[in-house]
């Protein structure tokens, strides 16, 4: 499956962004998503993942009721809602499919990745 990010730039510290993820060439419900991000220096992070329905979803603590993945199965596409951004949040997303029922925190565990959105948070 291929990814494509988009959706990411630059906002003031209290805004908010939407990031999306289009899939293509295999059946979109087949894949668990993730997104992931990394900030300059800093290691691979997890950010929050989805099952293959959207039906269950998970959130690392540090975005946990600021940000919201959902997905639309009918448009093969995944989306990531940024609000209450911060300056630490400052980083590249990357979406990511896993060929599974259930998302994971486990970077490492995803199998196809998308070629990373930038979203700067100005202070």
């Known amino acids: 499956v291929q990814l494509q990010a988009s959706g990411g730039g630059l906002v003031q510290a209290g805004g908010s962004l939407r990031l999306s993820c289009a899939a293509s060439?295999?059946?979109?419900?087949?894949?668990?998503m993730g997104w992931f991000r990394q900030a300059p220096g800093k290691e691979r992070e997890f950010v929050a993942a989805?099952?293959?329905?959207?039906?269950?979803?998970y959130y690392a603590d540090s975005v946990k009721g600021r940000f919201t993945i959902s997905r639309d199965n009918a448009k093969s596409t995944l989306y990531l809602q940024m609000n209450s951004l911060k300056p630490e949040d400052t980083a590249v997303y990357y979406c990511?499919?896993?060929?599974?029922?259930?998302?994971?925190?486990?970077?490492?565990?995803?199998?196809?990745w998308g070629q990373g959105a930038q979203v700067t948070v100005s202070s």
């Open positions: 060439g295999r059946t979109f419900t087949n894949y668990a």
């Open positions: 990511a499919a896993r060929m599974d029922n259930s998302g994971t925190y486990y970077f490492y565990r995803y199998d196809y």
């Open positions: 989805s099952n293959w329905s959207g039906g269950s979803t």
